[in-house]
């Protein structure tokens, strides 16, 4: 089973529509992020979370939200879905082991809003 | 802040050639660096991870190199094979555990 997963792996919306996507990890990892990845560029930091009650804002964070619901689950919320957030998504997590802090990554989710 | 750059965008080899790809990064002061390899429509997969106190790292046929002071670090595959053709990236970790990604190589080995 894999350690990072994401739901939905596809997703197409209209302009407007509230969209939720999640990820849960089974590493046991404190640390969780969310990232965009747009064709042609490295991927950007969305927001990140280093406890259940801890919220950062990342490079790109408008027209975002996030929820941290228990240490193995992080959601990314778009309120109002415009086109230009077509992208691919990926959720993240690091855990500090033998003083490395390694991110491991999900699948993606590829998310078009029409 | 931190700007990260891989050269060249895409390169395309025969199987069994070595190859180098570059990253470099405008900011010095970094936790690690890592590096990524992405498949099409995939996640990303975790290579090599270097600390900022370590020049290389070495997983089979992979090496990277850092050079904190110069801004760079390299990925080497050596002999290279078709199943290595992905998208391969880099990204650099500074203080607060956050990653700043370069746009990544496109890599294709050819038969």
């Known amino acids: 089973d894999a350690d990072v997963t994401q739901t939905p792996r596809n997703r197409i919306t209209k302009t407007g529509k509230r969209i939720m996507l999640e990820c849960s990890q089974t590493?046991?990892?404190?640390?969780m992020y969310w990232y965009r990845q747009d064709p042609g560029l490295g991927l950007r930091l969305i927001y990140y979370?280093?406890?259940?009650?801890?919220?950062n804002k990342g490079e790109i964070s408008d027209g975002y939200s996030v929820s941290r619901q228990a240490q193995a689950k992080f959601s990314l919320s778009l309120e109002s879905a415009i086109p230009n957030q077509t992208a691919l998504y990926f959720c993240?997590?690091?855990?500090?082991?033998?003083?490395?802090?390694?991110?491991?990554f999900g699948p993606g989710t590829r998310l078009t809003v029409l | 802040k931190q700007e990260v750059t891989q050269i060249p965008a895409a390169l395309s080899v025969p199987e069994g050639e070595n190859l180098v790809l570059n990253c470099s990064f405008t900011?010095?002061?970094?936790?690690?660096l890592q590096w990524f390899r992405q498949d099409p429509g995939k996640g990303l997969t975790s290579l090599l991870l270097?600390?900022?106190?370590?020049r290389e790292q070495t997983s089979g046929r992979l090496n990277a190199s850092l050079d904190k002071s110069s801004g760079r670090s390299t990925l080497y595959i050596a002999a290279s094979q078709p199943g290595d053709s992905a998208t391969y990236l880099c990204a650099v970790n500074n203080a607060g555990n956050m990653l700043t990604f370069g746009g990544g190589t496109r890599l294709m080995v050819k038969p």
């Open positions: 270097i600390q900022s106190s370590q």
């Open positions: 993240a997590t690091s855990g500090l082991r033998e003083g490395r802090n390694e991110q491991f």
């Open positions: 979370s280093f406890d259940v009650k801890d919220i």
């Open positions: 590493k046991g990892h404190d640390r």
């Open positions: 900011d010095s002061a970094i936790y690690n």
